[in-house]
C-alpha cells in the first residue's frame, strides 16, 4: 500500500505555505516584469494584402466608369481613345505601385519609455501621436507625427497585417494605453 499524505494534513501544513510564500513572491516578481514590459511594446507590421485587394477594386471600378464615360466618344474625335490609353496607362501604373508597396519590407513599431518610434530597413524614425487612435474591429488607424521633421505619417493596421496573438496584443495594448477614438 502506498502512503500519501494529503495536502491539509498537519504534517504538511509548513510545506504548503511556503508553496504559497513562493508563488506570491512569483506572482510579485511576474508583476514587476509585467510593469517593465508595458514600457516597451513591439509590432511588425507587414503591407496588408487585404487593402490591396480593395485598391485594386477600386482602381479597375474607375477604369470601367472611365470607360463607360468616353465610349460614346470613341468614334467622334481621334482624341478620344488617345485619351482613354492615357486613362488606362495611369490606372495601371497606379496598379504596379500598390502591387511595389506591397512587397515592401515590413516594418516595426515600437514603444518604449513614452515614445514611438518607426524602424524600416533604412532608418529609425521618432514618431509621436497626433490624434486619437481609431480602434475597430478590423482596422487600427494611429496618426503619427516625425519629431524632427513633423512629416506626418498615418499607421493603417490591418488584422491581416501581423499575426492573430500581435493583433490581438495591439488591440489590447491601445485600449490600456492609448488615445482612442
Same mark, same amino acid.
Given at each position: 500500500?502506498?502512503?500519501?499524505?494529503?495536502?491539509? &494534513?498537519?504534517?504538511?501544513?509548513?510545506? *504548503?505555505?511556503?508553496?504559497? +510564500?513562493?508563488?506570491?513572491?512569483?506572482?510579485?516578481?511576474? &508583476?514587476? *516584469?509585467?510593469?517593465?514590459?508595458?514600457?516597451?511594446? *513591439?509590432?511588425?507590421?507587414? !503591407?496588408?494584402?487585404?487593402?490591396?485587394?480593395?485598391?485594386?477594386?477600386?482602381?479597375?471600378?474607375?477604369?470601367?466608369?472611365?470607360? %463607360?464615360?468616353?465610349? !460614346?466618344?470613341? /468614334?467622334?474625335?481621334?482624341?478620344?481613345?488617345? /485619351?482613354?490609353?492615357?486613362?488606362?496607362?495611369?490606372?495601371?501604373?497606379?496598379?504596379?505601385? &500598390?502591387?511595389?508597396?506591397?512587397?515592401?519590407? !515590413?516594418?516595426?513599431?515600437?514603444?518604449?519609455?513614452?515614445?514611438?518610434? /518607426? %524602424?524600416?530597413?533604412? &532608418?529609425?524614425?521618432? %514618431?509621436?501621436?497626433?490624434?486619437?487612435?481609431?480602434?475597430?474591429?478590423?482596422?487600427? +488607424?494611429? !496618426?503619427?507625427?516625425?519629431?524632427?521633421?513633423?512629416?506626418?505619417?498615418?499607421?493603417?493596421? /490591418? *488584422?491581416?497585417?501581423?499575426?492573430?496573438?500581435?493583433?490581438?496584443? %495591439?488591440?489590447?495594448?491601445?485600449?490600456?494605453?492609448?488615445?482612442?477614438?
Amino acid at each position: 500500500m502506498s502512503e500519501t499524505t494529503p495536502e491539509c &494534513a498537519p504534517n504538511n501544513a509548513q510545506k *504548503s505555505s511556503s508553496h504559497n +510564500i513562493l508563488a506570491q513572491f512569483t506572482y510579485l516578481q511576474s &508583476a514587476d *516584469s509585467l510593469e517593465a514590459l508595458q514600457d516597451r511594446f *513591439s509590432i511588425k507590421i507587414t !503591407p496588408s494584402r487585404y487593402l490591396w485587394r480593395f485598391e485594386l477594386f477600386i482602381f479597375f471600378g474607375f477604369l470601367f466608369c472611365y470607360t %463607360l464615360a468616353l465610349l !460614346p466618344f470613341f /468614334l467622334t474625335a481621334f482624341y478620344w481613345p488617345c /485619351l482613354w490609353l492615357l486613362g488606362v496607362f495611369v490606372v495601371v501604373r497606379l496598379m504596379y505601385c &500598390a502591387r511595389r508597396n506591397l512587397s515592401e519590407r !515590413p516594418v516595426n513599431l515600437i514603444y518604449r519609455q513614452d515614445s514611438w518610434c /518607426l %524602424l524600416t530597413a533604412q &532608418a529609425e524614425i521618432r %514618431l509621436a501621436p497626433v490624434n486619437a487612435i481609431v480602434l475597430w474591429s478590423w482596422i487600427i +488607424i494611429m !496618426p503619427f507625427e516625425e519629431v524632427s521633421t513633423n512629416k506626418k505619417y498615418l499607421m493603417t493596421v /490591418l *488584422s491581416d497585417s501581423v499575426g492573430p496573438d500581435e493583433w490581438r496584443r %495591439l488591440k489590447v495594448w491601445l485600449r490600456l494605453r492609448g488615445r482612442i477614438n
